[in-house]
């Protein structure tokens, strides 16, 4: 065990030591990790730093001591809602990340169906790709998750989301685009089979969120998924992914005022006066929100055009590749920036091992045991370098026959 030390060391010191500690981290500025980690250049990561290190020691306990704090959330939430057409109606808060956004989400819909139909023993309708956070919001807030099988492109089925809602039913969920295999669910007919039965119906776009109203600028198709869908009640959007802010920031929007109050705690129950609450912290540095401010000012809406066809482009590059390939299967061809793939002859997780000892980061998932890829603007000049161990990677496994466990998308450490 480590104790502090006696003395206090000196700055260069500790530098050189933080330098020593990340020498085996994974090179995420090189664009060798196809996951946890995004950068948009040198230029934008070094005004997030110091933008994060202006505000590191501002509370958004409370902002009306930080009128700093109150207009960035105000812009941040502005400049979110409005690429999501959310109308002047909506009500937002800033997280702590896409995990706090979706626990959030279902917290306030179970306070909903509590309030409006006494509903006591609440159940969520989601797709088996939704993300695992809804599940952490299952256990943490007793709300019951029913997940429904997507059909054999990966996209949610509206009937049968439609099937398995009950009268204790108090959220449906989808994703733009959900996590394992990079697909958009049809968010429209969801919503509206949601709004049919008189429910919320939350659209995850904590990957697409800045993504897909830019591949829409540019042309591309996208299925509809924002605000401008009728039904859609909640979004989520995380910043510390495609904003390319650092971590520690995402957005949940509400259609309106309302639905967000659910999402508030508050109490006078102690000797400390009111305390209210929107989110599940309580003291939260200002730095991921000034980050990201700066950040999204910084790159404007022509930044973040610019970067998602980059983005979009190297996922193209890859996947176009992976699908040449003999042996590999793309589980379905990217709505975004996010993909999946599995081999028929060889073991996915040792090929995921043997990437990682070419020092490529990717994400290994199951069912079906297959490799994961959030490609961003980073990749955009490192696809031919990725294939090229991949193809070093498969092929050694191919012949070995190894296998390997898989590795974990989280960890409990
Ligand atoms: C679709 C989706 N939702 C939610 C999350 C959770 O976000 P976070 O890891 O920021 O808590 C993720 C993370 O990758 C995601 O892909």
Not at 5 to 22: E, K, N, T, V
């Amino acid at each position: 065990m480590t104790a502090l030390p006696p003395r206090g060391r000196s700055a260069a010191a500790i530098l050189d030591d933080l330098d020593r500690l990340s020498r085996d981290d994974v090179d995420w500025r090189s664009g060798r990790a196809f996951s946890l980690a995004y950068h948009a250049g040198p230029d934008v990561e070094a005004l997030a730093e110091l933008a994060h290190a202006r505000f590191a020691g501002s509370n958004m306990l409370n902002v009306a001591a930080f009128p700093s704090l109150r207009a960035m959330q105000a812009d941040v939430l502005a400049m979110v809602g409005d690429l999501l057409h959310a109308g002047p109606a909506a009500a937002g808060s800033i997280t702590s990340g896409g995990t706090e956004s979706l626990l959030l989400a279902v917290k306030a819909a179970r306070g909903l169906a509590r309030a409006e139909r006494g509903v006591e023993r609440p159940r969520m309708v989601l797709p088996t790709t939704a993300h695992a956070a809804f599940e952490k919001a299952a256990a943490d807030y007793g709300v019951e998750s029913v997940r429904v099988p997507v059909g054999p492109d990966f996209r949610a089925v509206p009937a049968a989301i439609e099937a398995a809602i009950d009268d204790d039913t108090v959220l449906v969920a989808c994703s733009a685009p959900s996590y394992p295999q990079g697909v958009v669910d049809p968010v429209a007919e969801i919503a509206a089979v949601a709004a049919s039965r008189g429910l919320p119906c939350h659209v995850d776009a904590c990957m697409g969120g800045l993504v897909l109203p830019m591949l829409e600028r540019a042309g591309e198709p996208v299925t509809p998924f924002d605000f401008r869908v009728p039904g859609v009640t909640s979004m989520s959007v995380d910043l510390h992914k495609y904003g390319y802010a650092p971590k520690g920031v995402s957005v949940l929007l509400h259609r309106d005022k309302r639905r967000r109050s659910f999402q508030a705690f508050s109490t006078d129950n102690w000797l400390g006066g009111f305390y209210g609450s929107l989110g599940v912290l309580g003291t939260r540095g200002g730095g991921p929100l000034a980050a990201a401010w700066a950040v999204m000012n910084r790159l404007g809406a022509e930044g973040y055009l610019g970067l998602a066809s980059e983005a979009r482009a190297a996922t193209l590059e890859l996947a176009g590749a992976l699908r040449e390939r003999r042996g590999v299967r793309l589980l379905a061809p990217p709505d975004a920036t996010l993909l999946a793939f599995g081999f028929d002859d060889a073991d996915a997780f040792a090929v995921g091992a043997a990437l990682a000892r070419r020092g490529f980061w990717v994400d290994q998932q199951s069912p079906p045991p297959s490799l994961h890829c959030t490609v961003n603007a980073v990749h955009r000049g490192v696809i031919c370098d990725f294939l090229a161990a991949l193809d070093e990677a498969h092929e050694e496994v191919r012949r070995s026959g190894s296998r390997a466990e898989a590795k974990a998308y989280g960890r409990a450490e």
